[in-house]
């Protein structure tokens, strides 16, 4: 009945754009169009997401109350398994929370959408969001995403992106071990990460909440990437600032070693495609773009399902292009918000996030092109680290990220990006000043 209602709608409004508007912007209109009916609907879950539950084709459609309909579509293959879990809570260190608690109320928006007053931890409480106009609660849902609890940054070890297409429906024995369904690599690349967190440190109050050494009290992070595979890009290095100044664009700087020399990108290449793959420097973790690059709207409020808590070490991926992972789902509540870019040749008319009303993680984003066609979903998958009963360590209480998934809809084309393994680590500040030093970056090939 359900899936009846849900063809009807879909059947109507796709019959009045193709009178009005004709048949191929009808085309590209439909998806956007039936993803915000989905957000404007009353949600009332009587699904059954009791834990440990298995649901398998056949079940499908009734998984349709707590997943968007694009993402939904993806899990409509004969082998499909979503197991449910429990919904954890994952709070944050109490170090975060009680700096939250002491300077929160201190933080406000500029007349511009910056940040006036933040301090440390979470800029704006659920409470100011919920009073906020819609417009002025998307920017403080955008704030609070990217003053995230994180402790001192992360690294990956072992971190593989995938480039995939189609391959039919039958497993590839060319694929990784992780990848037990279809399709097929077309590039792979592998590199270490590593993001340091250089200011609003809620652990050094004392320090002034910043590091000691060259970008503390001037950026807010670091991240160092370097390829180590394949042959052609091993070597490459690159080193991203963002700045406290949300008005300053990024510093990107990379070192191509076949050219040996160090190039500055422009800001506008953070919206271009990352080496050939369906996501952009903007892209990572849902959303990692500047703040006021865009406008900011919030839609609403959503429970949906995402993997929060893979179950093996290294997530496994399965599906007709082995982009969906074969692990545990549990039902988060979410924020949904709206971004627009301020550029006009932006290569995306909008997206719309699902950010986790607790961490502030983005669950699940949803990109459109120009022609206002969706075109890209974008998700990451997350492990929680079991403290029940203890003090938890510094490390126990942040979402370690295992992965990523681009789904190009249009292209048919998928990006695969997962890590063996994620640390949270505590660095020395001269480990520190090292990783990130003009010497470091054009050192070895």
């Not at 957000?39 to 699904?47: E, F, N, P, R, Y």
């Not at 004969?78 to 929370?97: C, N, R, S, W």
């Not at 680290?385 to 942040?398: C, F, I, M, N, W």
Request: with cysteine.
């Amino acid at each position: 009945m359900r899936e009846a209602r849900r063809g009807r709608r879909v059947l109507t409004l796709s019959f009045l754009l193709v009178l009005f508007i004709g048949p191929s912007v009808a085309e590209e209109l439909e998806g956007v169009a039936e993803l915000r009916d989905w957000i404007a609907q009353d949600q009332v879950i009587t699904v059954d997401l009791t834990p440990g539950r298995v649901a398998r084709i056949n079940e499908i459609d009734e998984l349709d109350e707590v997943m968007p309909p694009a993402l939904l579509e993806q899990f409509r293959f004969p082998e499909v398994e979503i197991a449910i879990q429990t919904t954890q809570d994952q709070e944050a260190h109490p170090v975060f929370l009680e700096a939250t608690a002491a300077h929160a109320g201190n933080t406000s928006l500029a007349s511009d959408g910056s940040l006036q007053g933040y301090i440390a931890g979470q800029p704006f409480v659920h409470s100011r969001i919920l009073e906020a106009s819609t417009d002025q609660a998307g920017l403080m849902v955008a704030w609070n995403n990217i003053h995230r609890w994180d402790s001192y940054g992360y690294s990956t070890q072992g971190a593989t992106t995938y480039l995939l297409r189609p391959s039919g429906l039958v497993a590839n024995s060319e694929l990784p071990k992780y990848f037990t369904g279809g399709g097929e690599i077309h590039r792979s690349m592998s590199l270490f990460y590593h993001r340091v967190f250089m200011s609003h440190i809620p652990m050094l109050a004392d320090q002034g909440y910043r590091l000691n050494t060259s970008g503390g009290g001037q950026v807010l992070y670091k991240d160092y990437m370097e390829f180590t595979a394949p042959f052609d890009v091993a070597g490459t290095r690159m080193v991203i600032e963002r700045s406290l100044d949300a008005h300053e664009s990024d510093q990107v700087i990379s070192y191509l070693p076949t050219e040996r020399r160090v190039r500055r990108l422009s800001s506008r290449e953070r919206a271009d495609s990352w080496l050939g793959s369906e996501m952009t420097l903007d892209d990572f973790e849902g959303f990692s773009g500047r703040v006021l690059d865009y406008t900011w709207n919030l839609l609403g409020e959503k429970s949906i399902l995402a993997v929060a808590d893979v179950k093996p070490d290294v997530v496994n991926y399965f599906g007709p292009m082995s982009n969906l992972p074969y692990d545990r789902w549990q039902l988060r509540d979410c924020y949904v918000i709206e971004a627009t870019p301020i550029w006009n040749d932006h290569p995306y008319s909008l997206r719309i996030l699902f950010v986790d009303k607790q961490n502030f993680h983005v669950r699940l984003s949803l990109i459109a092109n120009r022609e206002g066609r969706l075109w890209k979903i974008i998700f990451s998958v997350y492990d929680w680290a079991d403290s029940t009963g203890r003090q938890p360590e510094l490390h126990e209480t942040v979402s370690r990220w295992k992965g990523s998934v681009a789904i190009d809809m249009i292209n048919q084309k998928s990006t695969v990006a997962h890590a063996l393994k994620t640390n949270h680590p505590i660095l020395p500040e001269a480990k520190v000043r090292r990783m990130f030093s003009s010497s470091n970056l054009t050192g070895g090939r």
